[in-house]
């Protein structure tokens, strides 16, 4: 956070004064496709979610043009696996205004060696476990590189990363960044095939995405992860995977609000009381 800080001060000398959009955007607008069930739950918990079991398709995504490429993801993968979430994260008390509270924001979801050492909540073996280990990005040889971090906001990158993950490995992955002046889009697609004893998933069929949406008085989050299984028989009867790779999408979102709160929240093992089917 310290270094993201000493950026914007910089950024300050480089770039241009930022106005926002003069239209108002509210919780109660962007959660209006949540039940009054689902409402409830994230007013009080600042969380919800849902499995797609029976439901399949998208119903959280909210009305805001970065959506739509969450759309076009979901459709070119037709996934097996479909969970959707809503986070509400509260601003640090000196958090900055308009473009540099965008600036700061963005560098923290460039920053993927913080996602090292991120933790879930295993309910086998009734303890939490560390999910992500060994994050960082790489160059073009897969070497690891710094967090590509920066002094002013693309409207759109992309870098590799490296993650070894709990149960399934080491893989790579492209981090992908949008910016439409509003809100923030960070995705993660799978470029290597991930292995289990036998191949679960094939390479880009594995998407991990967070919409980050800052309004006036809190950040509203939505989450996506969308599954491709390449042996769906053997993977259902090993695990559960809307849980599991629900899981790895909340251990994202904490990654994202630790970074900027400087907290060390772990997961709650409490999911089944804040989702549904």
């Known amino acids: 956070m310290k270094k993201i800080l000493l950026i914007i001060i910089t950024a300050l000398f480089l770039l241009p004064l930022y106005s926002q959009s003069s239209e108002t955007r509210t919780i109660e607008y962007l959660t209006s496709q949540l039940d009054e069930n689902e409402k409830n739950i994230l007013n009080e918990h600042n969380k919800v979610f849902r499995y797609g079991r029976e439901r399949t398709g998208l119903y959280y995504t909210p009305m805001v043009p970065l959506a739509d490429k969450i759309a076009e993801r979901f459709?070119?993968?037709?996934?097996?696996?479909?969970?959707?979430?809503?986070?509400?994260?509260?601003?640090?008390?000196?958090?900055?205004?308009?473009?540099?509270?965008?600036?700061?924001?963005?560098?923290?979801?460039?920053?993927?060696?913080?996602?090292?050492?991120?933790?879930?909540?295993?309910?086998?073996?009734?303890?939490?476990r560390i999910l992500f280990d060994d994050v960082y990005a790489v160059d073009e040889k897969k070497k690891p590189i710094e967090d590509p971090v920066v002094y002013s906001i693309p409207e759109y990158d992309s870098f590799p990363i490296h993650m070894k993950e709990a149960n399934l490995g080491s893989d790579y992955y492209l981090a992908e960044y949008n910016y439409d002046g509003q809100d923030i889009y960070f995705s993660?697609?799978?470029?290597?095939?991930?292995?289990?004893?036998?191949?679960?998933?094939?390479?880009?069929?594995?998407?991990?995405?967070?919409?980050?949406?800052?309004?006036?008085?809190?950040?509203?989050?939505?989450?996506?992860?969308?599954?491709?299984?390449?042996?769906?028989?053997?993977?259902?009867?090993?695990?559960?995977?809307?849980?599991?790779?629900?899981?790895?999408?909340?251990?994202?979102?904490?990654?994202?609000?630790?970074?900027?709160?400087?907290?060390?929240?772990?997961?709650?093992?409490?999911?089944g009381q804040l989702g549904q089917d």
């Open 75 to 128: 459709n070119a993968i037709n996934p097996d696996v479909t969970v959707e979430a809503l986070y509400k994260v509260p601003y640090p008390e000196d958090m900055l205004k308009g473009y540099d509270r965008d600036l700061i924001l963005y560098n923290i979801v460039r920053e993927v060696s913080n996602i090292t050492g991120v933790q879930y909540y295993s309910r086998t073996k009734d303890r939490l």
């Open 188 to 271: 993660l697609t799978n470029t290597s095939t991930v292995r289990y004893v036998i191949k679960i998933v094939g390479k880009d069929n594995m998407q991990i995405d967070l919409l980050v949406m800052p309004l006036e008085d809190e950040i509203l989050i939505y989450g996506y992860c969308g599954v491709k299984l390449a042996n769906p028989g053997f993977v259902n009867r090993m695990m559960d995977p809307f849980s599991s790779f629900y899981r790895r999408l909340y251990a994202i979102e904490i990654w994202f609000s630790n970074s900027l709160l400087n907290e060390n929240r772990r997961p709650e093992n409490t999911l």
